[in-house]
């Protein structure tokens, strides 16, 4: 089965971490940038961060930059969103999405075109509150 599988989420003060994982079965993550997407209740869903197949591009929203931090593990076929620094406004559902490499001309269009994605996960929720 093709899947992507998001865990990490829960509750966090704000000021405190969480590492959030996207583990890929049934297909190689090698060969797929990396997007990592949250979505707010009565808000749009909307890019966070995105990775490279190669893990050698990295994007970043403006929201997030200096506190969250991509990453992956192609022999692990896992992909990772370090998070520090939370605050209340990080709360959401995050999911992880793949795009073949070939598909989108740049990283920042796989943080922009999620209607582009081929595989989504289910979700983890993230709730930032003291």
């Known amino acids: 089965q093709l899947q992507l599988v998001e865990s990490g989420g829960g509750l966090a003060q704000p000021g405190g971490s969480l590492r959030l994982s996207c583990a890929a079965s049934?297909?190689?993550?090698?060969?797929?940038?990396i997007g990592w997407f949250r979505q707010a209740p009565g808000k749009e869903r909307e890019g966070v961060s995105c990775?490279?197949?190669?893990?050698?591009?990295?994007v970043y929203a403006d929201s997030v930059k200096g506190r969250f931090t991509i990453s992956r593990d192609n022999a692990k076929n896992t992909a990772y969103l370090q998070m520090n620094s939370l605050k209340s406004e990080d709360s959401g559902v995050y999911y992880c999405?793949?795009?073949?490499?070939?598909?989108?001309?740049?990283?920042?269009?796989?943080?922009?075109?999620?209607?582009?994605?081929?595989?989504w996960g289910k979700g983890t929720l993230v709730t930032v509150s003291s």
């Open positions: 999405a793949a795009v073949h490499r070939l598909r989108l001309p740049t990283v920042q269009a796989v943080c922009v075109k999620d209607n582009a994605m081929d595989y």
């Open positions: 049934g297909f190689t993550l090698e060969y797929y940038d």
């Open positions: 990775i490279s197949h190669s893990g050698g591009t990295e």
